[in-house]
């Protein structure tokens, strides 16, 4: 089924208020999941809405959280988001720490215990709207690790993102959005819910074998997913781990305990004002330039086009925004018996959906 991205917006909208955020909170976090699922990214859409009502009603994440500032170290700032939605927390974060800008050209955060932050490609296009580079590091704490440390049979630590962009005219372009993983959890989810088989490369079993079967690691955490790249992206994971967590945190996977337990990032973020280097023109036009060189490569055969990092998330949304967002009949059965475990009713619920 396919639902107008408007009426999708308005129905995580009403579900997060019945969580308990307040009005600002559901439009932050209804806002980027319907933006993660128009670019194609389902992983990181509404279908994360049953983990965050479980999690509130846990109690382990706190609707209209106010974060702790520490005192900035020079262009290094410190956020505590005492386990509110990551949503809002890292904008929150991002903007305290683009206080440094002026004075520095520079700004590194560390954004600790913060809820799910989801799509994290989100805050580069942030940071690129304000005119910023960025790059953003998350790591995932709170629940046991996913990802498979090359050559071992057992998961070692999570997904471990790493987006980065350059700002052209306010856009984030090109902007790179990657799980350390060779896909998101959230994709095995999504395969599994549909009762789809994942390609040969995206999960090992109990053994470290290959398999293409999402069920025993989406149902029971069975197997573990692979990094991407074998050792070398298993040694990038492992750098985003320490960088978000022992450095720009107090907390990685290999921190005994944790509490409360549930899907905990923390973030580094390194943002830099181009005009530290050139002018803000110059870098914009030898990326453009840089960007349509790529471009002008010949495509591989069977290849239609050479794609930047982006650009597929572009070429889903617009189709996306003219047909609308597919959702599949699992994801919104779990949403909807979350909504009712906080009593949200269900008919109002129905009646904010409109088919594309
Ligand atoms: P993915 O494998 O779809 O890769 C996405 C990136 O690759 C994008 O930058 C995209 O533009 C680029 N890309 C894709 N196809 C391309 C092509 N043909 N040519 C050129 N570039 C191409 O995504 P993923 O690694 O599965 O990550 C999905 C999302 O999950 C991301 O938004 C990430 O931030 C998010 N994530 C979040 C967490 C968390 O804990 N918050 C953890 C893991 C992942």
């Known amino acids: 089924m396919r639902y107008t991205g408007e009426s999708l917006e308005s129905f995580a909208n009403a579900v997060l208020r019945g969580f308990g955020c307040d009005q ?7 806002n980027h999941l319907i933006l993660a699922n128009s670019t194609g990214h389902d992983s990181h859409g509404i279908g994360m809405l049953p983990m965050y009502g479980a999690q509130v009603r846990d109690g382990n994440l706190i609707c209209n959280q106010t974060p702790v500032f520490h005192d900035p170290v020079g262009a ?7 386990c509110g939605f990551g949503h809002r927390m890292a904008l929150i974060a991002l903007d305290r720490a683009m206080q440094t800008m002026d004075e520095h050209r520079v700004a590194v955060l560390g954004l600790r215990n913060s809820g799910h932050v989801s799509r994290v490609g989100t805050y580069s296009e942030y940071c690129a709207s304000k005119g910023f580079v960025s790059i953003h590091m998350v790591n995932v704490v ?3 690790p996913l990802v498979a440390p090359f050559g071992a049979r057992a998961a070692g630590f999570s997904t471990n993102p790493i987006s980065m962009a350059m700002p052209v005219d306010g856009q984030a372009k090109p902007l790179l959005d990657i799980a350390t993983s060779t896909v998101a959890f959230g994709k095995i989810r999504v395969a599994s819910n549909k009762g789809e ?3 040969l490369g995206y999960l090992v079993d109990n053994e470290g074998v290959p398999t293409t079967d999402p069920d025993p690691m989406a149902n029971s955490r069975e197997g573990a997913l692979s990094a991407f790249g074998d050792y070398k992206g298993s040694g990038l994971g492992m750098f ?9 945190s107090d907390d990685t996977v290999a921190t005994k305990e944790h509490i409360p337990e549930g899907v905990y990032n923390n973030m580094f973020s390194v943002i830099i004002d181009p005009a530290g280097f050139d002018s803000k023109d110059q870098v914009a036009k030898r990326t453009l330039e ?5 471009k002008s490569k010949p495509a591989a055969k069977g290849v239609d086009e050479v794609l930047m990092p982006g650009e597929p998330e572009k070429i889903s949304k617009a189709d996306r925004d003219k047909n609308g967002i597919p959702v599949d009949d699992e994801t919104m059965r779990q949403i909807f018996e979350t909504a009712d475990m906080f009593n949200v009713d269900e008919q109002q619920l129905r009646e904010r959906l409109v088919n594309a």
Request: charged share 20%; net charge negative; aromatic share 8%.
């Open 24 to 30: 600002n909170e559901a439009d932050i976090v209804a």
């Open 76 to 82: 290094i700032t410190v956020v505590d988001a005492k």
């Open 142 to 144: 709170g629940h046991p």
């Open 197 to 199: 088989k994942v390609p």
């Open 240 to 248: 985003v781990e320490l960088l978000a967590g022992a450095l720009a």
């Open 290 to 294: 840089f960007y349509d060189y790529i």
